[in-house]
Nanobody, 123 residues
Framework: QVQLVESGGGLVQAGGSLRLSCAGSEHTPVSYTTGWFRQAPGKEREFVAGIVGTGIVKSVADSVRGRFTISIDNAEKLVHLEMISLKPEDTGVYYC????????????????WGRGTQVTVSS
């Protein structure tokens, strides 16, 4: 059973940066597809970024392209979400998810989820 834990969230001013990390027991990132999703208050959860296996195949949502980067640290078995130029609309709970899937966009395809980490961007 894969258990995922997110870290790195916090309160930051607009324009600031944060790096989220996803760690998991029994989770070797290169063996899974890992995704980051977020949920803002009153809104549905949405795809933010996804990465497949070794990291050659990856993508981010249009709303964060150019500002967010997803990457794998194979040595530490972590998946990072580097976020720069943060905006108030980036506020939400960020979730890490993993699954033995090839398409990272659909949250229903993921088997394992973390509990989330709060990101708050003040204006």
């Amino acid at each position: 059973q894969v258990q995922l834990v997110e870290s790195g969230g916090g309160l930051v001013q607009a324009g600031g940066s944060l790096r989220l990390s996803c760690a998991g027991s029994e989770h070797t990132p290169v063996s899974y597809t890992t995704g980051w999703f977020r949920q803002a208050p009153g809104k549905e959860r949405e795809f933010v970024a996804g990465i497949v296996g070794t990291g050659i195949v990856k993508s981010v949502a249009d709303s964060v392209r150019g500002r967010f980067t997803i990457s794998i640290d194979n040595a530490e078995k972590l998946v990072h979400l580097e976020m720069i130029s943060l905006k108030p609309e980036d506020t939400g709970v960020y979730y890490c998810a993993a699954g033995l899937i090839s398409d990272y966009y659909n949250e229903r395809d993921y088997s394992y989820w973390g509990r989330g980490t709060q990101v708050t961007v003040s204006s």
